[in-house]
């Protein structure tokens, strides 16, 4: 071997391992300073009940937000709206009365529903007083109207002024039947939201939505916790400005007390509820109810921060996450503060936390990124609902918005979650970030609890911005699959919107949480160095927005 060969492959030896390190050399400083000791300091403070339980309109939102806006100054990020942090978002309060009965009258029979345990109810009207006054109850089965999956629920009956009764989730989920709907994954359709916004477009004047675990995704007591309290909604929303006076829910047991009391079977119609041809039953009942209405105007707040890029600045990648809960509930006996530890001071700790990493990188990406901790999620995610309509720099310039809503506490794993996975060109980010560490995507193993319409990447999905909503994976790399799901599941049902979900720095793991933090920042690393705007698939109903704002 000639000496001028050797020394040509010493040469491109070491041209190719100062290409291979060069990324690596430019992630390393940002990588490393994604550490336990400091996440577990920002969740601890955030999750503290000094913060009691982060409710907006509150001391624990003053606390909170002094606390993000600290951070961010401190990192160098620039406040997004001007020389502030603050995004403003104006909210009705409205807090419903706990003495509030819903009675149901068959003839001379009559059915009194207690406020919380039979059901809650809750107006988004301002009015001083709210009355309802024998109303005629229709049964309208899953209260569905999906001209794309063929379905109406209300084509047969008009229920103008009315109370509409009917189930929670959609009729592929109940019938796991892959032609109607989409099958065992739950549809945007079953969600109690759409269903409330459904019934106030048909004229009604109240809906009752009947609970069930399974379909619901969760246990009455999450129902119970959530709308107990003053509830907060957009000023000037769409649902207040309509007829509908009541939202409320009733347990399965109520209903089937109120069908017994109707002489109908609760097995039979509900379901024929799920089989093409079903018609809406009128069930010979009447509900009133009449409550004074406690109402007050508010605001709450997004806190934002950029961190500017260095060619395209108009350009951003949004990471989100709530830093909302519950707050206290005084009516509770022993520990009454929801500190909504995992969700969400986990998602917001990482998002200072990736702040932080992004300012460690030697050079700086070529997108601005905003760091977004929006409010009011746990209200019907609000805060993003409000950001996506009234953005602090334009939809059409931000290429991705990445959400994180409750991290991983139970240990390290092969995988990570991507809800709504097949949605969007952001799946191959994320599977590309993913294969560099030797893990994989999977997709939401339980599509019928309809993660995907559940947390901020929603509001932005249905803006037309691609999102991705990247969640904890269930391949525990020390105890396998069934382990890590039953563990979650053991988590939901102990803590999950309870005042159980705490800081446990004993019980939980953070290696797979750091693990899954690197991936974040690294997916909004690489779309905030490329060029492409990412897409959603065809097919899925957010691409056409997308498409007519890109024009
Ligand atoms: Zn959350």
Redesign the pocket.
């Given at each position: 071997m000639n000496k001028t060969y050797i020394l040509f492959c010493l040469m491109l030896m070491i041209i190719i391992s100062f290409g291979c390190n060069r990324e690596e050399k430019m992630l390393k400083s940002s990588l490393d300073s994604i550490a336990e000791d400091d996440i577990k300091a920002k969740i601890s403070i955030l999750a503290s009940d000094e913060f009691l339980g982060r409710a907006p309109a509150t001391e624990g939102e003053e606390k909170t937000i002094s606390y993000l806006a600290e951070q961010f100054r401190k990192t160098g990020l620039e406040p997004a709206i001007g020389t502030s942090y603050f995004q403003e978002v104006p909210l009705i309060a409205i807090t419903p009365d706990p003495s509030l009965k819903l009675v149901i009258t068959c003839g001379r029979n009559k059915l009194d529903l207690n406020f919380s345990d039979d059901f809650i109810g809750y107006t988004c009207q301002t009015g001083a007083e709210i009355t309802i006054d024998n109303s005629e109850v229709v049964f309208i089965g899953y209260g569905i109207n999906a001209p794309e999956y063929g379905w109406n629920d209300y084509k047969d009956v008009d229920v103008k002024g009315k109370t509409v009764l009917m189930l929670v989730n959609d009729p592929g989920y109940v019938t796991g039947d892959s032609a109607l709907f989409t099958g065992k994954a739950m549809t945007i359709y079953g969600r109690w939201t759409y269903k409330y916004e459904e019934a106030a477009r048909q004229g009604a004047c109240a809906a009752i939505i009947i609970h069930e675990t399974g379909a619901a995704a969760y246990p009455w007591d999450v129902v119970r916790n959530s709308w107990s309290g003053r509830q907060f909604h957009l000023a000037g929303n769409e649902l207040s400005k309509s007829d509908l006076k009541l939202q409320s829910w009733i347990t399965t047991e109520s209903a089937k007390k109120l069908f017994e009391s109707a002489g109908v079977d609760y097995a039979a119609v509900t379901s024929s509820a799920s089989k093409r041809g079903f018609k809406p039953v009128k069930m010979n009942l009447k509900a009133s109810a009449s409550w004074k209405n406690k109402v007050e105007y508010t605001k709450s707040v997004n806190v934002a921060a950029v961190w500017p890029g260095s060619e395209r600045k108009d350009e951003y990648v949004i990471y989100t996450a709530?830093w909302d809960h519950f707050g206290v509930n005084p009516s509770i006996k022993g520990d009454s503060i929801f500190n909504g530890a995992l969700?969400?001071a986990t998602?917001t700790a990482a998002l200072i936390e990736i702040a932080e990493a992004f300012v460690c990188l030697p050079k700086k990406q070529k997108r601005s990124v905003l760091f977004l901790a929006v409010t009011c999620?746990?209200q019907g995610l609000l805060g993003s609902k409000f950001y996506a309509k009234n953005p602090v720099f334009p939809l059409n310039k931000t290429a991705a918005v990445i959400n994180m809503?409750?991290l991983n506490i139970f240990g390290r794993t092969r995988d990570m979650t991507i809800i709504g996975y097949g949605n969007s060109q952001l799946d191959d980010y994320a599977e590309s970030v993913l294969k560099k560490y030797n893990r994989y995507a999977s997709p939401d193993p339980e599509p019928e609890k309809g993660g995907y319409f559940r947390?901020d990447h929603l509001s932005f999905a249905l803006a037309g911005v691609p999102s991705l909503y990247l969640s904890g994976g269930i391949d525990d790399i020390e105890h396998g699959k069934a382990w890590a799901l039953a563990e979650a599941e053991k988590w939901i049902i102990a803590n999950y919107h309870k005042p159980g979900d705490n800081y446990e720095p004993d019980k939980w793991k953070f290696d797979g949480m750091i693990d899954d933090i690197k991936v974040y920042f690294e997916v909004g690393y690489d779309l905030s160095n490329t060029e492409e705007f990412p897409e959603w698939n065809p097919g899925t109903p957010y691409r056409s927005v997308r498409e007519n704002m890109m024009k």
């Open positions: 709530h969700d969400n998602g999620e746990e809503d409750a947390s």
